[in-house]
């Protein structure tokens, strides 16, 4: 059975708080009551991020790792993570975070000059133009909703 909620993250040489960050993670995901999954994606770290990251897999199936090569930049790895939710919760259900619609939601970006970016790397590992509006803010406001009634 998927998971009602799905939550990724990139992680570039974070070694030193990947340990602390998936036990504040699961504690918070724990505390909503559904079902869910974290998804990380290494994008190449140099460090012992990704040996940590499949440690996490290994004590937890709720845990999923994809592993970059090398590094090909955060937006990248989103578009990798993204990918990941939709293929476990559907297209529909997959809204990225923005205040741009008036609702309140944790960082994603350090500026919204990078959602072209972001529609690049999405368009690039096989989304629809279509699909990657919707993840884009079409579907934020009614998953938000969904995920919090």
Same mark, same amino acid.
């Given at each position: 059975?998927?998971?009602?909620?799905?939550?990724?993250?990139?992680?570039?040489?974070?070694?030193?708080? /990947? +340990?602390?960050?998936?036990?504040?993670?699961?504690? *918070?995901?724990? %505390?909503?009551?559904?079902?869910?999954?974290?998804?990380?994606?290494?994008?190449?770290?140099?460090? @012992?991020?990704?040996?940590?990251?499949?440690?996490? =897999?290994?004590?937890?199936?709720?845990? !999923?790792?994809? *592993?970059? !090569? @090398?590094?090909? $930049?955060?937006?990248? #790895?989103?578009? =990798? %993570?993204? #990918? !990941?939710?939709?293929?476990?919760?559907?297209?529909?259900?997959?809204?990225?975070?923005?205040?741009?619609?008036?609702?309140? +939601?944790?960082?994603?970006?350090?500026?919204? !000059?990078?959602?072209?970016?972001?529609?690049? #790397?999405? /368009? #690039?590992?096989?989304?629809?133009?279509?699909?990657?509006?919707?993840?884009? $803010?079409?579907?934020?406001? @009614?998953?938000?909703?969904? +995920?919090?009634?």
């Amino acid at each position: 059975m998927n998971p009602k909620l799905s939550l990724f993250l990139p992680v570039y040489n974070e070694e030193e708080n /990947l +340990s602390r960050l998936n036990e504040k993670i699961f504690q *918070a995901m724990e %505390g909503l009551g559904h079902s869910f999954e974290v998804i990380y994606v290494d994008d190449g770290s140099a460090d @012992r991020s990704l040996e940590l990251l499949k440690g996490f =897999a290994a004590i937890d199936r709720r845990v !999923r790792v994809i *592993a970059f !090569r @090398r590094n090909y $930049g955060q937006t990248a #790895a989103m578009a =990798a %993570g993204i #990918a !990941r939710m939709v293929d476990v919760v559907g297209i529909d259900h997959v809204g990225l975070g923005s205040d741009m619609l008036g609702l309140t +939601s944790p960082s994603v970006f350090s500026s919204y !000059r990078e959602l072209p970016e972001l529609a690049d #790397a999405l /368009l #690039a590992v096989g989304f629809r133009l279509d699909d990657a509006a919707k993840i884009l $803010g079409g579907n934020y406001a @009614r998953v938000f909703a969904a +995920s919090v009634g």
